[in-house]
Every structure is written in structure tokens, then in C-alpha cells.
């Protein structure tokens, strides 16, 4: 009798399967390794409340579509990751507290049934906050080669939104857009979805 060895997606919890409850019992123990090592982290919004986030992790979403082709033909795809993504940068958020500032910008909005030009707030700058240490970023869209890694290198690929998602320690599913990369997408228009604050902790 022979046995094949399986690798899984995590360095950490590769081994040799001889049945597939040995699977499913390593891919038990690969979940459970990386809940610990994300701790929850806080959420800060602008109408002063907080929530606690676990099973936490950052959504970047993006758009790919043929080179040369119309935007109609393409699809929508996300990766995520537990670091922020600035351009060709990846940086670590673990023990630190990042801060979204917020500028007026005009949109057109529907006011009682008339379009309207209109004010609302826009994240424009991002603080990150270690100790006595503040590190001022731009949000500027991820690479495609950290987003999109696997898209084929013919197809455009263009940042739509980095989103936050977990669920609270009640168990609520959330889903908050934290950066919009394009004006199709708006985020934290309202103080109770405008994310101001992230505590990761170590």
C-alpha cells in the first residue's frame, strides 16, 4: 500500500493524508491556526460608535476585461489579505491603528426626484499609527501584479474598492467599503458607514 502526501494551502499544516478524515481534520486545524493568529481587531465609525470585528480580513475588489475588447465583456474578482496594499507596496498592520480622512467632493445625487450636484465626504488620506509613530499614505490603487496576480497579463485590470469584511462578536456578517479606487463605487457617504479608525492589535 502507498499513500500520496497533500499539500495544503498553508506551509504550517502541510502533511501526509492516509484517509479523508485526515484531510478534513487538517484543513480543521489550518482554520483554527489562522483565527489565532488574527486577533479581532476595533472599528471606529464617524457617528461615534465601535464595533469589534473577527474572522476579519481586507477585500480588494477588482475589474479585468479583454485588452482591446469593451468593458461589457469583462468580470468582477477580489483577493484578500490581512496587510494594506498601496501600489506596488504591502504593509503590515499588525499592531498599529489606521486612520481614513475624509474630504467634501461633489457627486450627483437624486434629491426629490431631481439630480442634484451635492457634497459628500470621500476618503482622500490614510494615517497609519504605530506607537509614537504616524506614517502618512496615499490611497492609491493596489498593483494589478498584488490584486490580480493570476489574471492573464492581456487582460486590463483596473482597482475597484477595498472593502472590510467579518463578523461581530455576536455573529453579524459586515461588509464595509473603506476606499473607493473609482467613481463607480462610493464609500462612507453616511457617519454610521464612514469607517475613521481600524485598532489592529499584535
Known amino acids: 500500500m ?7 494551502a498553508s506551509r ?3 502533511s501526509t493524508v492516509f484517509a479523508a478524515l485526515a ?7 489550518c482554520a483554527a491556526q489562522e483565527s489565532v493568529e488574527r486577533p479581532p481587531i476595533v472599528v471606529h465609525f464617524a457617528d461615534g460608535s465601535s464595533v469589534p470585528l473577527r474572522q476579519w ?9 479583454p485588452q482591446g475588447g469593451s468593458q461589457v465583456e469583462g468580470t468582477a474578482g477580489r483577493r484578500s489579505s ?3 496594499w498601496v501600489g506596488k507596496k504591502m504593509v503590515p498592520l499588525r499592531g498599529s491603528t489606521l486612520e481614513i480622512e475624509y474630504e467634501p467632493v461633489e457627486r450627483e445625487r437624486d434629491v426629490d426626484g431631481e439630480t442634484r450636484t451635492v457634497k459628500v465626504p470621500s476618503p482622500h488620506a490614510l ?4 506607537g509614537a509613530k504616524t506614517t502618512s499614505l496615499k490611497p492609491d490603487p493596489p498593483h494589478r501584479e498584488l490584486m490580480a496576480p493570476s ?3 492581456k487582460m486590463m485590470v483596473v482597482a475597484r474598492s477595498l472593502d472590510l469584511r467579518g463578523e461581530s462578536l455576536t455573529g453579524t456578517k459586515m461588509d464595509v467599503c473603506l476606499l473607493s479606487y473609482t467613481s463607480l463605487v462610493e464609500c462612507g457617504e453616511t457617519p454610521e458607514h464612514q469607517v475613521t479608525q481600524i485598532e489592529f492589535p499584535r
Open 151 to 153: 489574471v492573464d497579463k
Open 57 to 65: 480580513t481586507l477585500s480588494y475588489e477588482y475589474f479585468s476585461w
Open 23 to 29: 484531510v478534513l481534520a487538517g484543513t480543521t486545524l
Open 82 to 84: 490581512a496587510d494594506l
Open 12 to 14: 504550517a499544516c502541510t
Open 2 to 8: 502507498s499513500t500520496t502526501p497533500v499539500r495544503h
Open 127 to 130: 494615517k497609519l499609527v504605530e
